[in-house]
């Protein structure tokens, strides 16, 4: 093959695989919101462990 032709197939593959700018700010809102939900969740689940083990009568 010639060297034009690789380099032609070369950039049409690239602008085929990278996403555009909104949709990559999209994925990353998404991605950080989904991050915070969960981290949220986490410490909500730690307090309810913490307060259980201290609200138990001793006998």
Known sequence: MKKSAIA??????DEKTKLPYEIKD???KEVF???????VIITYFIFIVLGSKRSYKKC
């Open 33 to 39: 919101t989904n991050i915070v939900v969960s981290a």
């Open 8 to 13: 032609k197939i070369e950039k049409e593959i």
């Open 26 to 28: 999209k994925i990353k």
